[in-house]
Every structure is written in C-alpha cells, then in structure tokens.
C-alpha cells in the first residue's frame, strides 16, 4: 500500500514539474498572458511627441491652445516656465510672450530622447489588459500567435500627441509571435 502511495505521488510530482516548467508543446491562454506581460516589462508599447524646449515664443491668440500645454505641465512639476519677453502688437489685441522652458527631474521617466531644442516623449501608454483575454492561433508545432488588448493610458505630455481622428479608442489589439523553446518553454519573439 505504502509503495502505491511513493509510485502516484512520483507520478504526479513528475507530471506538475513536466507542466510547470513548460515543456508542453500546445500553449494555454495563461502562458500566453505571462509571457506577452513578460515581454511588455522590458519592451514597452507607447506613443510619442516631439516637445520644443528653451527659448520659446507664443503668440497670445493663435498659440493659447500650446502655452496652456506648457503651462499644464508646469503646474504637474515637468518644466519650469520664465517668461522673458513680452512684446504688444501696435493697435492690435495680441500679444507675442518669450518663455524659457526647461525641464525638470520629474519629467525624465517620460523623456526618451532629447536633443538642443526638442525633446521625445511619451504621450501614451499601452498596459496588457489580462482580463480582455488572449486569442491564440498555434502556427506550427513550435510557434504560435497571440493577440491581446492593450489598454491605453495618456501620460501628462498627451496634450502634445498629434491628434488623430481615427483613434478613438482607449485600447489597442496587437499580435505577439510566440516559439517554443525546448529549454525555456514558450517565449515571444516579437
């Protein structure tokens, strides 16, 4: 009897370890997720906008929509603004304002590039939506594809993404190619 015990608790121990460890050929919608979340944490999916920086001149009418981005961002603690110039056009009821802009501390998680005067950043974010589900398509004996929705989040530069008529969305679809890797079970390659 004790013998029977030591046998099926091998046999199972041995079938969890063979599953767990991802030798499984056919892929399940929670490796899928994991590895696609995985995947996400060192390649993330965004948006981006160019953003001007330093010397920078408004015009009271025709950039109100812009200094109040700028303005918007400062009060968030992402630049700071110094206003340099002011100059009032004769007879007229606009304005041109010179501001020194410059970024601060706050802003650098945002930030990818920056150059003299302009800086890339990100606009929006894109997270794995894990309860929207996994759409699974095995494409041979060692690969497949996965979509899963990514939920969009702005960031406080979204002010400054280039507006697109056609997205109107607050998600996104994307496909995720997965193999099969006999050491390391299923991974994404792109």
Request: aromatic residues 12%; contains cysteine.
């Amino acid at each position: 009897m004790v013998h029977v015990y030591y046998r099926s608790l091998a046999l199972l121990l041995s079938v969890f370890l063979w599953t767990a460890c991802g030798s499984e050929k056919s892929i399940s919608d929670r490796v899928a997720l994991s590895e696609i979340a995985h995947y996400i944490e060192s390649n993330p999916v965004y948006e981006t906008a160019a953003v001007d920086y330093g010397e920078i001149k408004f015009s009271q009418r025709s950039d109100a929509d812009l200094l109040a981005a700028y303005q918007r961002l400062e009060k968030g603690g992402y630049i700071t603004m110094e206003r340099l110039k002011e100059r009032k056009k004769f007879l007229s009821k606009d304005s041109t304002f010179v501001y020194l802009v410059k970024l601060t501390d706050k802003s650098i998680p945002l930030v990818l590039e920056k150059t003299d005067k302009k800086v890339t950043v990100k606009t929006f974010e894109y997270s794995l939506d894990e309860e929207g589900g996994v759409l699974i398509e095995q494409t041979g004996k060692n690969r497949a594809k996965a979509t899963v929705t990514l939920r969009k989040a702005e960031t406080d530069f979204a002010d400054f993404a280039k507006k697109d008529p056609d997205n109107n969305a607050s998600f996104t679809k994307k496909t995720y190619s997965l193999r099969f890797n006999g050491d390391a079970g299923w991974e994404v390659t792109k």
